[in-house]
């Protein structure tokens, strides 16, 4: 969703060592196999995904195309699941189970990239407004590479047994896909996997590298708003108001305490309030006044003890500055532009760090540390209550000619090298899910 910029900034200029010695040795001939499909296939194919976008829970065609392409690899396919999602499954014989995902979904933005296959679609959107729809945030590759991982792993299927299960996904940037796809039955009417992996490209990262978080991957998410209610009258006459531009004035000053006062100074926290409206005009006391936060944290703890404290703090600075106990703030958390922390699973994540620096060179596997708190429904996989060992990602798409200038994630002018970012993608996923196949002869979890 909002914040690829997060993996970026400073990290081109970071160096790329990884000190991890790799486990696994290079296999050529995978590295030889995705050049030449992405020569033959894959290229055509993102040109077609990058010049047909759709916005999120409208991936109807994409969707389409993607069950059409599994299925012709030999994947069993099930589509329309929690919306536009697909599911392709492909059981190779007795062993663990591993699921990969990709986002399908695309922004409402009109692209000005410079790209020489640009996206010139629009699409009405959910309000019934026709938008120009552009691949901002690169999903396009992440699709492309699923099915270029999907071609590799039925190629390449004496090599690993066990049960493949990969998913196009819908609706990302509204974080809403990854909890559609599960409460219509990801993990019961499917074969549930023992590992979950994905990866997501980074406009800021040199084309063609790898960053594997040993952790925290990407921050929770949650949409608050706060509608603060006093009682209005004539701006001459405050004493017979209760005045909730005020209230709403020390509700914003109070709520950065919850930042510096009560999270530990070394982790990452975030409350914003991005949008405060109210009143009409300059001698008018109102009656309302209405907030809206983004609010940020790494670990399911700091969020919870955000969420409470705005709550909290909302209600007692407006008791104290005397709102009348009927009219307390009402605050209210999105339910749907709401995601955790995506956690990765640190001893999967330092182990593909090591398979995929002996697949694609240690040079290529980034050392480096999150910048900023962006955040990725991938989470929604990696919540502790599914028992699933997740790692996502990052893979470079920064292109050469651009490096002095890289572009934002959402932003009419994103662009990355398609070349050479599906092809590390696909080459880290299946060096990746090939050793996790290897981690033998359990039976997938249930
Ligand atoms: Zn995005
Ligand atoms: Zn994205």
Redesign the pocket.
């Known amino acids: 969703?909002r914040i690829?910029t997060a993996l970026l900034a400073g990290v081109a200029a970071a160096g790329l060592i990884f000190a991890a010695t790799p486990s696994a040795a290079t296999d050529p001939a995978l590295s030889a196999a995705v050049r030449a499909d992405y020569d033959a296939n894959l290229g055509a194919l993102f040109d077609h995904f990058h010049r047909n976008p759709e916005l999120s829970g409208q991936e109807v065609k994409t969707a389409a195309r993607m069950a059409k392409e599994l299925r012709d690899l030999g994947y069993r396919v099930t589509e329309n699941v929690g919306g536009t999602g697909v599911v392709a499954v492909f059981e190779n014989g007795p062993g663990t189970t591993v699921m990969v995902r990709a986002?399908m979904d695309g922004l409402p933005l009109e692209e000005r990239s410079g790209a020489p296959n640009p996206s010139r679609a629009r699409q009405v959107d959910r309000d019934g407004v026709e938008q120009f729809v552009m691949h901002a945030?690169?999903?396009d590759t992440h699709i492309t590479g699923l099915i270029g991982t999907a071609r590799q792993m039925m190629a390449r299927k004496a090599n690993w047994s066990g049960t493949l299960v990969l998913i196009a996904q819908p609706a990302?940037?509204r974080v809403e896909g990854a909890r559609a796809m599960i409460a219509d039955g990801l993990f019961t009417r499917f074969p549930k996997p023992e590992y979950v992996i994905g990866y997501?490209v980074a406009s800021s990262l040199p084309a063609g590298t790898i960053w594997v978080p040993p952790s925290v991957a990407y921050s929770s998410a949650d949409s608050v708003d706060i509608k603060v209610r006093g009682v209005g009258g004539h701006g001459a006459s405050p004493h017979t108001t209760v005045d909730p531009v005020t209230v709403a004035s020390y509700i914003i000053t109070n709520l950065q305490t919850l930042r510096s006062r009560e999270v530990d100074p070394l982790q990452g926290a975030v409350v914003t309030v991005g949008s405060i409206h109210g009143g009409t005009k300059h001698n008018i006391i109102p009656e309302e006044v209405n907030l809206q936060l983004t609010v940020r944290s790494d670990s399911y703890e700091v969020r919870d003890t955000l969420l409470d404290g705005i709550d909290r703090i909302a209600r007692n600075t407006a008791l104290a500055l005397n709102v009348p106990e009927d009219k307390l703030p009402v605050v209210v958390r999105s339910p749907t532009e709401s995601t955790p922390p995506a956690v990765n699973h640190t001893e999967t994540a330092l182990r593909l760090q090591s398979v995929i620096a002996g697949q694609l060179g240690q040079e290529r596997v980034l050392d480096i540390s999150r910048q900023g708190m962006g955040a990725e429904d991938f989470a929604f996989y990696a919540a502790p209550e599914h028992g699933i060992k997740a790692v996502i990602f990052a893979v470079g798409g920064l292109p050469e000619d651009l490096k002095d200038t890289p572009p934002p994630?959402h932003s009419p002018l994103f662009r990355i090298d398609p070349r050479a970012s599906v092809i590390a993608g696909v080459e880290a996923t299946v060096a990746a899910a090939e050793d996790l196949f290897k981690t033998g002869a359990q039976a997938p979890a249930q």
């Open positions: 969703m690829h986002d945030c690169g999903h990302e940037e997501h994630h």
